[in-house]
C-alpha cells in the first residue's frame, strides 16, 4: 500500500524567507513519482513539481526545489524568498508504477502562511 | 494547450434532490480522468477515474456514479445526495509523468 505522510498541519514563515515542508512517504515500488500541489484559497490544486524515483538530481521549478533522499523516503518542497501569494494549503503526492493507472496518492496537506 | 473546466463552480442542493456535475478537457485527446472530492479542511478522496469513454472505475462504493460520455467530458451524478455529499469536487487529468491537473472544483452544499 502507499501511504503519503505529512506531519505539519500549519507552517508560518515571514516574507523573503525560505521554508521547508516536509513529506515522507512509504512504497514497496521501485518506480515511482512525487509531486507538490498548491491549493490556494479559491480551490484549485495547481501542480508544481515532479520527482521521479531514479532522478539522480532534485527537480526545481523556479523558486521550487524538491529535496529528495531516497533512503529516508523523504520528499521535502523548499520554497525559497517566500512572499505573501505563498499563503495556501500544499499538497505532498505519490504515484507508484503498480497504482490504478497513475493514481495520485495524497497526504493530509500542509497550510503554509506568509507573513510581512 | 490543454485547459480543464467544471461547472457549475457551485451549487446549493436539498437533500434528496439528484446531482450532475460536469467536467470537459479541451486540448488533449483520450486522457485518463478523475474526480475526487474534498471535505472542508481535508485532503483529496478519489471517487472515480476513467480511461476511455464507457470505462469507469469506482474506489469508494457510495451513492454517487459516473459516465464519460465523450472522450473529454467526464460527469459525476447522484440520483438522491446526501447531506454527507457536501464538499468541493475536483476533476483531474492525468499527463505526461502522471502528474494531474485539475479544474477549478464545484463547492457543493447538501441541506
Known sequence: AQKITQTQPGMFVQEKEAVTLDCTYDTSDQSYGLFWYKQPSSGEMIFLIYQ????EQNATEGRYSLNFQKARKSANLVISASQL???????????????TLGRLYFGRGTQLTVWP | SQTIHQWPATLVQPVGSPLSLECTVEGTSNPNLYWYRQAAGRGLQLLFYSVGIGQIS???????SASRPQDRQFILSSKKLLLSDSGFYLCAWSGEFAEQFFGPGTRLTVL
Do not use: H, I, K, T
Open chain 1, 85 to 99: 501569494g505563498d499563503s495556501a494549503m500544499y499538497f505532498c503526492a505519490m504515484r507508484a508504477r503498480g497504482s
Open chain 2, 58 to 64: 469506482s474506489e469508494v462504493p457510495q451513492n454517487l
Open chain 1, 52 to 55: 521521479g524515483s531514479y532522478d
